[in-house]
């Protein structure tokens, strides 16, 4: 069965900081990536998502992740975040056929 | 318009009762999906229908059952609610194939 396992479980900046969230899969077959943002008391909207061609995709609000299939990784990035970033992130996988699997999620907060 | 709509956002009952939570989506999406999202956050896979055919049935209580009366509908019903099932319930829609799903707004059950 696929599972998704996210690096951090609670991340805290400051503005203006770098940040990159871990993402890691275990399913050995093709699968498509997912990154959803979960803003607080709302529901989950999509960040980005791979399908293939370049791994190096990028999402709305400066978002990007990067497919490295060796490391079996997606991980997210932005260069600078701001106090609007403050949610939870989940990463997930799908491949055909089947479900969406979601990591356990990161809770980001960003100081102002 | 909203593309997934679930009705009611909020549900407070007590132990025992049977409820519903009603969930539609207007994107003509062939596979719709019932999620559960505990305190934790964690984003547990409950049902997916395609096609009115019910396709994945995760290790859920049989208390639990989904109802699809046609394409754009995928309901919930639960009878004799306990406490554990307090949660955060999403239903979420997506193409056939591999595009990404859209979520509802959820509905926060809580049990008394």
């Known amino acids: 069965a696929q599972s998704v396992s996210q690096h951090n479980h609670h991340v805290i900046l400051s503005e203006a900081a770098s940040l990159e969230l871990g993402c890691n899969y275990s399913y050995g077959g093709t699968v498509n990536l997912f990154w959803y943002v979960q803003y607080p008391g709302q529901h989950l909207q999509l960040l980005l998502k791979y399908f293939s061609g370049d791994p190096l995709v990028k999402g709305i609000k400066g978002f990007e992740a990067e497919f490295i299939k060796s490391k079996f990784s997606f991980n997210l990035r932005k260069p600078s975040v701001q106090w609007s970033d403050t949610a939870e992130y989940f990463c997930a996988v799908k491949n055909y056929g089947q479900n969406f699997v979601f990591g356990p999620g990161t809770r980001l907060s960003v100081l102002p | 318009d909203t593309a997934v709509s679930q009705t009611p956002k909020y549900l407070v009952t007590q132990m025992g009762n049977d409820k519903s939570i009603k969930c539609e989506q207007n994107l003509g999406h062939d596979t719709m999906y019932w999620y559960k999202q505990d305190s934790k956050k964690f984003l547990k896979i409950m049902f997916s229908y395609n096609n009115k055919e019910l396709i994945i049935n995760e290790t859920v209580p049989n208390r639990f059952s989904p109802k699809s009366p046609d394409k754009a509908h995928l309901n919930l019903h639960i009878n004799s609610l306990e406490l554990g099932d307090s949660a955060v319930y999403f239903c979420?829609?997506?193409?056939?194939?591999?595009?990404?799903?859209?979520f509802g707004q959820g509905t926060r059950l809580t049990v008394v």
């Open positions: 979420a829609s997506s193409q056939a194939g591999d595009a990404e799903a859209f």
